[in-house]
Nanobody, 131 residues
Framework: QVRLVESGGGSVQAGGSLNLSCEVS????????VAWFRQGHGQEREAIAYMHSGTREPYYADSVKGRFTISMDNTEDNTELPLYLQMNKLKPEDTDIYYC????????????????????WGQGTQVTVSS
């Protein structure tokens, strides 16, 4: 059973940094995509970054390029992988609820920045940036 559990988040002043974590489990040895999204109250869920569990090549939305970094650790059995989102130079407009997401990479997916292609989601964590 696929499971995503987030941790991190909190409050920080503008210009500061935060690191979000997401424990991804249940994919066993199947390839998958992981991503970070954020959503404000009454707004659509916005993609931040994604990567493939195998290639680890990151892709970023223009709004966070150069400030945020998505990464994954390696583990011995490759079945539970910590996913991270390092957020630097935070701005008040980065205030949102942040979600990690995952989807099996066993079919062609044309738009990995779309929240609709992801089946599995973390519970969300609040990030607040004050000016």
């Amino acid at each position: 059973q696929v499971r995503l559990v987030e941790s991190g988040g909190g409050s920080v002043q503008a210009g500061g940094s935060l690191n979000l974590s997401c424990e991804v489990s249940g994919f066993d040895y199947s390839p998958y995509f992981v991503a970070w999204f954020r959503q404000g109250h009454g707004q659509e869920r916005e993609a931040i970054a994604y990567m493939h569990s195998g290639t680890r090549e990151p892709y970023y939305a223009d709004s966070v390029k150069g400030r945020f970094t998505i990464s994954m650790d390696n583990t011995e059995d490759n079945t539970e992988l910590p996913l991270y989102l390092q957020m630097n130079k935070l701005k008040p407009e980065d205030t949102d609820i942040y979600y990690c997401a995952a989807e099996y990479a066993t079919r062609f997916i044309s738009d990995l920045f779309s929240p609709n292609v992801y089946t599995y989601w973390g519970q969300g964590t609040q990030v607040t940036v004050s000016s």
